[in-house]
């Protein structure tokens, strides 16, 4: 009984885990979680917040944070993947090696980093908060993205020889909630008559919190993993009610000090800051679905690369040199692929309103870019042949063949029912360039929704008269 309730806790944390795997592995078939799961995150919740001061999430992160008050870091133990995939691997660190952990003292110094990226991010620069926060780490950075990442290895290396020490020491959503467990109400203590000063707590500890020896619990870096409720021989860790820090009467007012700095930061740095874009576009890159613009997208994108990850078309990339304002902010490229006319995933994941949500009948004429035709370089007109590849998967018939000055069918562009997918460019044959281009945008539009027009009915009720 005694291992029942860390047990519990590491179910619903794998669960949790399990179930952000397989939504982002299958996202067409797991549409339901994509708009839940990644909206609880703290961190993500953090930035949609400070970023421009949205309001959106205001009840979540409300609720979040008096629980977190009241019981200390639950959002650590249970929802976040990033956390869940350091308790795997800290597990085996009891595999390969005897070395137990043992308590620390807390250090101010490690509060920093974190301090200084969620400082960044309410001036308008979400580049590090991208890099450090763990929703974005663990999508960004994991097997779900193509390619090696040094700072997820760093970090999976730190987490099997230190445990949660990155919780408490870089990653900036543990920084707020730590701040806010320092004087919660309910966490586990010590009965001071039963326990033995054996410090076996101390070893299983990860976070290096408790100090059994002195029967002491830092409840502010404690993440309520519950290892040491399995360990106590003597069961004398119990979870109760703990009389209120004793601190001098302006402490409290001080420790809290960030979060309130943080908080006005939020409603009073000008939008133009927030939004700030570092080095002006070489061309306006064609932004995702629901970007609205490219301030937009700067103010509010967190680089968790969710969007990439479930685009079943793979035609959102991060961008690259040709877009340094963005530094791997979601693009579109068309060679890649083509934005499905029925696909809003990208929309349904985002976690912090970078890319607004919208139903499938507002995709239709969301105009990401406009279309350039290059006339000479169209294999129709250059070497005399047949084609209509871009008029055949047009999906609102921006682009129509039409009888050409030789006779011959080429492509003619309405602009008004342009909306930019990409379609169009992606089956052009003409390489390395597409005759056929979409141009990016800073402010994204709306199309004219093209008309319908009913086939006519040709059966035929009675013989010919001739």
């Not at 205001?58 to 350091?86: E, K, Q």
């Not at 040491?228 to 003597?234: E, H, K, T």
Request: hydrophobic content about 45%.
């Amino acid at each position: 009984m005694r291992r029942t309730p860390a047990r519990i806790r590491r179910l619903i944390a794998y669960a949790l885990l399990a179930l952000f795997v397989a939504a982002l592995l299958y996202p067409a078939s797991m549409e339901e979680v994509l708009q839940i799961l990644p909206k609880l995150q703290f961190g993500q919740l953090t930035a949609a917040m400070m970023s421009n001061g949205s309001q959106k999430f205001v009840v979540i992160v409300s609720v979040m944070s008096v629980l977190t008050l009241l019981f200390g870091r639950f959002f650590c133990a249970g929802l976040c993947p990033m956390g869940a995939l350091m308790d795997m691997v800290s597990l085996l660190r009891g595999v390969i090696s005897k070395q137990k952990f043992a308590y620390k003292p807390a250090k101010k110094s490690r509060m920093i980093v974190p301090f200084l990226v969620l400082i960044l991010l309410w001036l308008g620069l979400n580049i590090p908060f991208g890099l450090l926060e763990p929703y974005s780490l663990f999508v960004s950075k994991s097997l779900f993205y193509p390619g090696p990442s040094i700072l997820l290895f760093a970090v999976i290396i730190l987490a099997a020889c230190r445990g949660r020490a990155f919780c408490n020491s870089l990653c900036p959503a543990g920084f707020i909630l730590r701040i806010l467990s320092s004087a919660t109400k309910y966490h586990l203590k010590f009965d001071q008559n039963q326990c033995l000063r054996c410090g076996v707590c101390s070893q299983v500890c990860r976070t290096s919190a408790i100090d059994g020896n002195e029967q002491n619990i830092d409840r502010s870096r404690c993440v309520l993993c519950l290892d040491c409720l399995s360990v106590c021989p003597n069961r004398s860790l119990t979870w109760g009610t703990l009389p209120p820090a004793s601190l001098p009467l302006r402490r409290p007012f001080l420790h809290q000090l960030p979060l309130v700095i943080l908080a006005a930061g939020t409603y009073l740095t000008p939008a133009s800051i927030r939004a700030k874009s570092f080095y002006p576009p070489k061309t306006a890159p064609v932004l995702p679905p629901g970007a609205l613009s490219l301030a937009h997208l700067n103010a509010h994108c967190s680089l968790c690369h969710s969007c990439i990850i479930v685009c079943p078309n793979e035609v959102l990339i991060p961008s690259g040199e040709n877009s340094p304002s963005l530094w791997a902010r979601p693009v579109l490229n068309p060679y890649n692929g083509f934005c499905q006319y029925d696909c809003t995933l990208c929309t349904t994941i985002c976690p912090t309103g970078a890319l607004i949500g919208m139903t499938v009948e507002e995709k239709h004429i969301s105009r990401l870019g406009m279309v350039y035709f290059e006339r000479e370089e169209c294999v129709v007109i250059k070497n005399r042949t047949s084609c209509g590849a871009c008029a055949e998967m047009c999906p609102t018939g921006a682009v129509r063949m039409i009888t050409g000055l030789y006779g011959d069918e080429e492509p003619d562009i309405k602009k008004e029912f342009c909306i930019g997918c990409g379609a169009c460019q992606n089956v052009c044959p003409v390489r390395p360039f597409s005759a056929i281009r979409v141009q990016g945008l800073l402010v994204q539009q709306t199309a004219v929704q093209p008309v319908k027009v009913e086939s006519e009915d040709l059966t035929l009720n009675e013989d010919f008269p001739f």
